[in-house]
């Protein structure tokens, strides 16, 4: 069987669309179609990939115009005789054809106070119970299509003030580690901006990991840094103990 | 000449995986500027497909573990191949480097009394992986990776490739690099450099590697001067996807059969039972009856032959295919849906659920897997030290996939993650060490123009298109250097491997430089076809079927080749094997390994 396939391609200021037909084997992913063209007809298509099995997250683009892990996505998911368009994701720097400037993303993380572990004697004691849900955060395998749809990096571009749904888990994750003693809801505040979330819950429906992002860790989180800068008994507590204002 | 930047550091990393972040974590530590390079983005590395876990005896789930009984079980598990000062490093420290990790906010799987919980695996006689689920090593490698990135002097370089090491009086001094996204060059002059670039296995078709796996830096050792080992050691992992034929070598984690997975061909039988080797005959159990009561738990069980060590079951696998008793796509069913209910599938197997459900439309919890061998780990490479990770040439180290000795003829599952903690760190000590005591001398300009004229060579005219000659490698290695071997078709493979070599400078690269895979296939191919060969070569010296490495022409062990591994090195006339004897072992551990039971 045969279908078509339609790929983004060139530069920022040369765009184009390449229309290729390529030849279906069964069970045949996006990334797969991409990888024939690339071996037949142009060496030189760029597109970024690793594990080949929705493990490390490189091979993210929009197919159709939806965010997806190019190879875990089929093509049978798709009518035969439609066209299917895959291009990069928007939300990022370009840098050719479908791969773009993802770097921001690491500049965040490195905003995050890091891990600080409460010294104990002996092994650290977790219960199951207490880490699934910290467990569930550090699933994410930095595929960043969440950053990809959320209104607030693609259509107002504030990358500036707003760390996005990524690194809310992120921080997320650290903050309900039952050992960690780091502090970072203020920066999650200030810096991060998780206020700009409104909750459309996009995000959520984009993670191929099926992490629950606004329910389980942007609302929760969201309460936090109420509970800690708007609860008055608290704001007086905090103002006589000297502890962060 | 082409223009290009220069970094300078003490310690150069190339490679961003468990033993890459490690090593330059420990080099950090230790007081030097560290680069870090690697092919793809931070935390793609290999090591985060990792899935079952990482083996240590921590002795969390079973007390009677300790690191002995490790130790024992990897120099078993190698045919008594392994460096014995390696394995016993390795066993040794292997639980420090765990409990570190978790020092540093990882968050294993626990076990009721809130413990890092451990699991079986093949060839270990007790629980001993520390895992997540089945995504171990996306844990580790996020963990490392968030620490790392937190220390000054580490600087990461993303997507950036080592083409060629630069060395100035036999002395490791840096090496020449290309950015993937703009194709600039630059150049690290380093005091000292360490390989941790992972394996070998897109010389395969059937594999579970990535693009990443073309062995770069067993072949920049090689061309450096450096000896390798153990070359003709490929592991075939027993259990690969094998429908449908796009996702053909995905990985099926051996965690599958630790959670009391079973293998079963199509009349029905369980047939592992009838591939019980001597050596492991009086630790496996005999019968259903005993394995499933090994599965409930009781104490004193017997393990289910599934779980002996990969090369046996990979080949066992490959015989019932052969014999007619093969599933609908030539492999064999993996069923853990009638064993384990449901929601323990789910949780402890969350990925190879998703997998299997969107890449294959079957449900694991419901239906039998079909499964057979694939491409997975490079037991060969570069030769190092045990207390020093420093290869044969100065100033270079080596950890990881790339380095070798630990694993000799077969590697247990779960030793290549506490391998890359263990060694990493060594790695990262000693080189930082070397870096401190020697001093810096710059690469010669002479040196680094030849490296960029090799780098930029495929620009050149040509006629032959990359993706065309890897798949003719692949094609080679597969039916001439593949799980099963004679010295007849090994010469044939080592003479297309040959023709195709000198092809090579007629591939050609089309388009511009930025972001050109292309262009990093031509590179990459001729990385391919060194360490093709040295595979080859060593494979074709060693008259005898051991671990891995399994010859129809010699089917029995050799038992003077037993005491020898098989070093790969350059000479005046090409690429030479020689014989080296294995490091002596102690008489009262090689005592214990020998003892039938312990
Ligand atoms: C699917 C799968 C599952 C596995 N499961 C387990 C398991 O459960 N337990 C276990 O112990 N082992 C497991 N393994 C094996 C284990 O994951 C690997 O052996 C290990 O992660 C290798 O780590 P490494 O640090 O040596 O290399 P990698 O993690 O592969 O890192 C190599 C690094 O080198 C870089 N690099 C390579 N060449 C160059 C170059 N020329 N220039 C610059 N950078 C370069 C790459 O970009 C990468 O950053 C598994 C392997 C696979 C494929
Ligand atoms: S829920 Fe918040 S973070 Fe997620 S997409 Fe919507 S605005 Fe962005
Ligand atoms: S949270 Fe989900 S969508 Fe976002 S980067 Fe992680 S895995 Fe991808
Ligand atoms: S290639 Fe790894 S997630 Fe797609």
Redesign the interface.
Known sequence: MKRKIRLQRG?PNNLRLDEFEIKV?????VL?AIHLI???EA????????????????CSAEVNGEPKLTC?T?LSDYPEDQTLTVQPMKTFPL???L?T???WN?EV??QIT??Q?TEGTG??????AE?DR??EF??C??CFLCQDVCHVLRSHDMKDEFAGPRFMIRTAG?EM?PL?QGERLEHLRDDHGIGLCNITKCCTYACPEHIGITDNAIIPMKERVVDEYYDPLKWLWNMVTGKSN | MEDFETIECDVLVVGAGGAGLRAAIAASEYGAKVALVSK???????T??AEGGVAAALGNVDERDNWKIHFRDTIRGSKNLANWEMAKIHAEKAPDRV?EL????A?F??TE????SQRNFGGHRYPRLAH??D?TG??II?TLQ??A??MENIEVF?ECTVSDILKSDNRTVGALAYYR?SGKLVVFEAGSVILATGGIGKAYRITSN???YTGDGHALAYLAGADLIDMEFVQFHPTGMV?????KG??VTEGVRGDGGILVNSEGERFMFNYIPDVFAAETAKSEEEANSWLKGEEGAMRPPELLTRDVVARAIMTEVKEGRGSPHGGAFLDIASRQSPDYIRRKLP?MY??FK???TLDITKEPMEVGPTTHYMMGGIKVEANTAASTIPGLYAAGEAAAGMHGANRLGGNSLSDLLVFGKIAGQCAANYAQENSKVSPHGKEIKKSIENTLEPFEDGDE????IH?ELQEIMESHAGIVRTGEELEKGIRKLEKLEKRLPEMY????R??????H?CLDLHNMIITSLALSRAALERTESRGAHTRLDYPDYDDELGKVNMIVRPGPGGMSVVKSPLLKMPTELNDYVLKEVV
């Open positions: 530069e084997e069964t069970g045949m992913v797969d690339q071996a037949t060496p030189d298509l760029a597109i970024r990939w690793n594990c080949k099995a929705g493990k490390c997250g490189s875990m089929r840098i050719k054809d791969v400037d993802v770097s690491y993380n490195r890091p891990y572990h092994d650290p004691i977790m219960f199951q880490v910290v467990q550090r699933k395998i930095e650290l580690h960690d | 793809s983005l931070l935390g793609k590395a290999h985060v497909m409990r978790e020092r540093w906010g968050v799987d626990r009394e809130g413990k890092i997540v689920g995504r996306l844990e996020r968030d620490y990135v937190h993303m996204s990535s693009w990443e429908w449908p034929p796009s996702v995905t990985l990925s998703h997998q969107e890449l294959a298109n990359p993706y065309q798949q690269a089309k388009g511009e930025k972001y050109n895979p292309g262009w296939l």
